[in-house]
């Protein structure tokens, strides 16, 4: 039996550029979508092999359950594949297809979770113990579970956004009204120095 950590805590904007993903931070399940360009033709695969399958979860370890270990790339994708298409559904608002939902749920499913109070020092905490026979379905069930819980809570899809540069397919979760970029040091700061530029732009007076 194992234990998940309280509270989860979520990697920082930094970490995740330092490892390699432009966006980090966000719930399990949007950090997992955005490790796949759909821009770009062919889509860019940010998990191109083991070693950034294993950076992307070493990332996320403060909020996988404990004894997790590195799924394998092809799960990791599999599962990813899945979720970005149940987050991009959801922001075009159809149907979730039915596909990538039995995956999502099937690894969700995979392990067994059960809630206990448990009295300490500071009063009564919540603890989760996750069961799994194989260590490593710990971290997809989690982002299996981040996911479920995004598109079946009516408040996080009114949040989920797509960054507003064309040229960007990343998500994430509007926490803030005005957010509208994805990053604000990659795209935000992109948006920033084309209205400088917009707004200072010479006119004919000036020529
Ligand atoms: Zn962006």
Known sequence: MVRSPTPPTTPSLDAAQLAGFPVGGEPLAVDLGDTIVTVSDPP????????????????????????????????????????????????????????????VN??????????????????LQRVEHWQAADPTALPLAAAARSAIEIVTDTASVERLRRCANPDCSMLFVNGDSRRQWCTPNICGNRARVARHYHRHRPTEADL
Not at 106 to 123: D, P
Request: hydrophobic share 40%.
């Open 106 to 123: 099937g690894v969700s499913a995979s392990v067994s979770t059960t809630l206990e109070a448990s009295q300490t020092n500071t009063g």
């Open 44 to 103: 860019t695969d940010l998990l191109a092999d083991r070693e950034a399958c294993e950076r992307f979860w070493a990332l996320q370890h403060a909020r996988l359950p404990e004894g997790w270990q590195v799924p394998s790339l092809s799960a990791t994708r599999e599962l990813r594949d899945a979720i970005r298409q149940l987050l991009d559904d959801t922001l075009a608002k159809v149907r979730l297809d039915f596909r990538a939902l039995e995956i």
